[in-house]
Antibody, heavy 122, light 108 residues
């Protein structure tokens, strides 16, 4: 059974850096083809992809947020960490991490964590 | 990067068939995936690849892909199928990931 859980602060102040950890079980991020992604959702709005890290440490970022994002993995701890700098109230939303078992044309987010609501407020 | 376009809202009478569509250039190269999201919950994958339903997804859900358009069809919609449906795929030009804007499905 695959599970993912997001942990981190629920409130951050403007200009601060958000650090979220995705702790997973049931798969290995060292297995070929596997990746973990971060997706966020402002209240009442659509899903927005943020970042993706592959088993071989290849990383991809949403171009509109690339300068503020960083994604890393700790394979031994089964964790993926996302940092988003210079937080703004528009960054308020629920942040999800999700697992993909495939690459190429068959890429899909098969399993999702529950997500955590992050509010940006002074 | 490319975009995926979805109708904001669709409605269907109970027991009838409804199609939710997703359009974008990336769908010429990559399959669309479909996620169902209910209020306060994480998205759930309901369709991926050519027409593959994950375990536990009812067979009233089916998918198709043609050119730059992907469709999710629900045959015999139930009240429990109400929710937001999002498509996503790879971005063919940059190897990124894209999501559609979502379609709110109402079962009347």
């Amino acid at each position: 059974q695959i599970t993912l859980k997001v942990s981190g602060p629920t409130v951050v102040k403007p200009t601060e850096t958000l650090t979220l950890t995705c702790t997973f079980s049931g798969f290995s991020l060292s297995s070929s083809g596997v990746s973990v992604g971060w997706i966020r959702q402002p209240p009442g709005k659509a899903l927005e992809w943020l970042a993706l890290i592959y088993w071989d440490d290849d990383k991809r970022y949403n171009p509109s947020l690339k300068s503020r994002l960083s994604i890393t993995k700790d394979t031994s701890e089964n964790q993926v960490v996302l940092t988003l700098t210079n937080m703004d109230p528009v960054d308020t939303g629920t942040y999800f991490c999700a697992h993909s078992p495939d690459t190429g044309p068959y890429f899909h987010f098969q399993n999702w964590g529950l997500g955590t609501l992050v509010s940006v407020s002074s | 990067s490319s975009e995926l376009t979805q109708d904001p809202a669709v409605s269907v009478a109970l027991g009838q068939t409804v199609r939710v569509t997703c359009q974008g250039d990336s769908l010429r190269s990559f399959y669309a995936n479909w996620y169902q999201q209910k209020p306060g919950q994480a998205p759930v994958l309901v369709m991926h690849g050519e027409n593959t339903r994950p375990s536990g997804i009812p067979d009233r859900f089916s998918g198709s892909n043609s050119g730059d358009t992907a469709s999710l069809t629900i045959t015999g919609a139930l009240a429990e199928d109400e929710g937001d449906y999002y498509c996503n795929s790879r971005d063919s030009s940059s190897n990124h990931v894209v999501f559609g804007g979502g379609t709110k499905l109402t079962v009347l």
